[in-house]
Antibody, heavy 118, light 110 residues
Framework: QVRLVQSGAEVKKPGASVKVSCKAS????????MHWVRQAPGQGLEWMGR????????NYAQNFQGRVTMTSDTSIATAYMELSRLRSDDTAVYYC???????????WGQGTMVTVSS | EIVLTQSPGTLSLSPGERATLSCRAS???????LTWYQQKPGQAPRLLIY???NRAAGIPDRFSGSGSGTDFTLTISRLEPEDFAVYYC???????????FGQGTKLEIK
């Protein structure tokens, strides 16, 4: 079955960077865009961007331009999201989500909690 | 940028009742781009409805979606205890590529 398994929780200091991984299994990894969505504590969902795992092509939300980098490694079916120059308001759960052909996020990772604190 | 506004913010109902959740877009969106998700505490969102009215695999038929243009609705015909959660609508555009979520409606037990 399709699974997205993310890396574990992280605690970072302001100004640092964090890199979250998302390992896919059960489907052709390169055939579907992978997106990243975050959710601050008690808040709603915020789209960060997407990557075409095959080509490496990316689109980033304007709010994250210049701070986010999404990459992929098709040899191990894993997508990565790196966020730099972390601030306290980057504290959130970060999700990877597969974008299906019927135009929806049909599979989600379990989420990775990133805490930014001095 | 298209803004999605969900109402009400919180909906208090009892099991067995009918729930009607609204999602209004700041400008007309394609029905094919409108989806609904359910999220329970401590869990990732789960896809319910895509293309405004198509139930995702494994979603009970008490869930239905409707609407077009700027007004979309998620209806739960008879609430089960497991339906109490937060519901989000979401849409995307291509120029530039962008996905937006509504702020969510919390469905709570009355």
């Amino acid at each position: 079955q399709v699974r997205l398994v993310q890396s574990g929780a992280e605690v970072k200091k302001p100004g640092a960077s964090v890199k979250v991984s998302c390992k896919a299994s059960g489907y052709n990894f390169g055939a579907y865009y992978m997106h990243w969505v975050r959710q601050a504590p008690g808040q709603g969902l915020e789209w960060m961007g997407r990557i075409n795992p095959n080509s490496g092509g990316t689109n980033y939300a304007q709010n994250f331009q210049g701070r986010v980098t999404m990459t992929s490694d098709t040899s191990i079916a894993t997508a990565y999201m790196e966020l730099s120059r972390l601030r306290s308001d980057d504290t959130a759960v970060y999700y990877c989500a597969r974008w299906h052909d019927f135009d929806a996020f049909d599979k989600w990772g379990q989420g990775t909690m990133v805490t930014v604190s001095s | 940028e298209i803004v999605l506004t969900q109402s009400p913010g919180t909906l208090s109902l009892s099991p067995g009742e009918r729930a009607t959740l609204s999602c209004r877009a700041s400008q007309s969106v394609s029905s094919s781009s409108l989806t609904w998700y359910q999220q329970k505490p401590g869990q990732a969102p789960r896809l319910l409805i895509y293309g405004a009215s198509n139930r995702a695999a494994g979603i009970p038929d008490r869930f239905s979606g409707s609407g077009s243009g700027t007004d979309f609705t998620l209806t739960i015909s008879r609430l089960e205890p497991e339906d109490f959660a937060v519901y989000y609508c979401q849409q995307y555009g291509n120029s530039p590529r962008m996905h937006t979520f509504g702020q969510g409606t919390k469905l709570e037990i009355k």
